[in-house]
């Protein structure tokens, strides 16, 4: 789906000193058996051997070899290692939100081209600089990276971690190991795109193959069903149709964790993060790292997938796998866990995978579309509310002080679980973009900075879904929050949970406590509702 990459074209002046000193080391004749080792790279898929270069049609998702340093009309050179390389072949394997070891095509496809790898983490500044680096996810990500750590040293390995820019030290262990290809999944981001291509301009001048493997981070990689009728049509702007051709795709079969991870003494690494160093955390944020996100897929197979499609849009925690913030970083397969779902079938199991094409179909529409995260979707000529009232209605949202328990409970839970079930976020995201008439960005960033599984795909263009700005063919919908909450917190315990100053009300009056509320120390509604559906179908061209 990408082109690969003349290496003849890149720059060296963009490489740090450090790389240039390095790469003329790489220009000397290969060692022997460094062309059976380059015969060995040939990539295998599903339905047999793939070229690195390319993908022949009917090829179900094989590694993209998204660089590769060319020879005279475009004919790949031999691979050359350094001088203590000479008896062994060397990979990296570039992990990012995919912390795991089962079901990795990247490692596996690592393991099969070389004798040893080198699984690498890089703590990266570009996340920290951007602000994604909210105190629930990289307490999560400790728990991620000390489990895989630990995967790894039970097959022999471990990991290495490193600090700083992605693209320097994935360069750095390339020469500091003689590493003679980089492995890494496909992100759809625009960040992750970026990155890729800075890291394949980085490698094409050193001389190195980046393989980008579709179908780690997703189900089924974005841009693989795409509308017909249209040459230009690049994704799916509607879930229905996406759906219909997703579910009748077939998946890449799921790869077993390796036995033996074979890593070479050498490179360096910085001391694992700990969770408890990281201040700031949620009470109830989730647990992080594979062994618990198996868990969690197991229990949930076993005792809430059969009665899914009756309780989805249930506030309770009964109602939500859990399982979001660990496909999310990764430590559960997508594939797998679509699998192991129509494995169990039935009713639950379809709605739960529908579920699943959701996130599929947002991480298509990002990959095609990378402005969407901060830019209108579909344009509206919103003229979103600004000013002093504007800022304490968004702040009363964000405090759970808006005077509508539902929306309040939903709030609190976020800032005390990091996370939502899907029919609050729903709703507290109608009340601000619609109800209020807030932009759409402010409620995203708050989401961004409290969930665990705080994903930009699904995040973003859920959050423009709701607004209207996004792929839902019914902008305009806003939804009551009093009606909803009586249709899907109908005994009120969701909000006596979570907002204990309406403990004492029965399922009658907790929804709307109307006169009581000031005896109770509970807020009054900070904006009548048919109030704020005229403004905002006034403010909405």
């Given amino acids: 789906m990408r082109r690969g990459y003349d290496a003849q074209t890149t720059r060296l002046a963009a490489l740090p000193e450090w790389v240039k000193a390095g790469r003329a080391r790489f220009r000397r004749s290969p060692p022997e058996g460094a062309n059976r080792r380059a015969r060995r790279a040939v990539t295998r898929g599903p339905r047999g051997p793939v070229h690195p270069a390319g993908r022949p049609a ?46 990795h095509p990247p490692l596996r496809a690592a393991l099969r081209a070389a004798d040893e790898v080198v699984p690498l983490f890089v703590l990266d500044d570009g996340v920290r600089k951007a602000g994604f680096d909210a105190p629930n996810r990289m307490a999560f990500l400790a728990d991620c990276l000390t489990a895989l750590d630990a995967g790894l040293r039970d097959r022999g390995g471990r990991l290495v971690l490193r600090a700083g820019d992605v693209v320097e030290e994935v360069c750095r262990t390339v020469v500091q190991t003689g590493a003679a290809e980089v492995h890494v999944s496909a992100g759809s981001s625009g960040y992750a795109q970026r990155r890729e291509a800075r890291l394949r301009r980085a490698l094409a001048d050193l001389r190195v193959r980046l393989y980008v493997h579709d179908a ?62 990281v201040a700031g955390v949620s009470p109830g944020a989730a647990r992080g790292g594979e062994p618990e996100g198996r868990r969690l897929l197991t229990a949930w197979l076993r005792n809430g997938l059969a009665d899914y499609a009756a309780t989805a849009d249930r506030l309770d925690d009964a109602a939500t796998s859990g399982l979001s913030p660990h496909l999310h970083f990764g430590t559960l397969s997508p594939v797998e866990t679509v699998a192991r779902a129509r494995k169990a079938g039935g009713a639950g199991a379809e709605a739960f995978v529908r579920q699943l094409c959701w996130r599929d179909f947002h991480h298509q529409v990002l990959a095609a579309r990378p402005d969407a995260a901060t830019a209108d979707y579909r344009p509206r000529r919103d003229r979103w509310r600004t000013g002093p009232a504007a800022d304490r209605d968004a702040e009363a949202w964000r405090q759970g002080r808006t005077g509508y328990p539902v929306i309040d409970a939903a709030m609190r839970q976020l800032a005390h679980d990091g996370r939502l079930p899907g029919r609050a976020r729903l709703l507290t995201a109608s009340f601000l973009t619609k109800t209020l008439y807030v932009d759409w960005r402010t409620g995203a960033a708050h989401f961004l900075s409290l969930l665990t599984d705080g994903d930009i795909a699904a995040n973003q263009l859920n959050w423009q ?51 009581l ?14 109030e704020g559906r005229d403004r905002f179908l006034r403010g909405r061209g």
């Fill in 465 to 515: 879904w709701t607004a209207g700005t996004g792929t839902d063919t019914r902008p305009n919908r806003v939804l009551n929050p009093r009606l909803q909450a009586k249709r899907h917190d109908p005994d009120g315990s969701y909000v006596r949970r979570w907002v204990p100053e309406l403990t004492t009300l029965p399922a009658g009056v907790v929804h709307e406590p109307g006169g």
């Fill in 517 to 530: 509320a000031a005896s109770l120390g509970y807020p009054d509604p900070v904006v009548d509702l048919a």
């Fill in 58 to 103: 009917g090829q179900l998702y094989p590694p993209r070899l998204s660089t590769v340093a060319t020879g005279p009309r475009g004919c790949a050179p031999p691979r050359i290692s350094l001088e203590h390389a000479q008896l062994t072949a060397t990979a990296v394997v570039l992990f990012t939100a995919d912390l795991r070891v089962h079901d």
């Fill in 216 to 277: 780690v981070q997703t189900a089924l990689p974005p841009g693989a069903v795409v509308p017909a009728g249209s040459a230009r049509a690049d994704h799916y702007a509607v879930f229905t149709p996406y759906h219909r051709r997703w579910a009748a795709e077939r998946l890449r079969d799921c790869l077993p964790a390796p036995r033996r991870i074979p890593v070479p003494p050498g490179p360096g690494s910085l001391p694992l993060p700990e969770r408890r160093a």
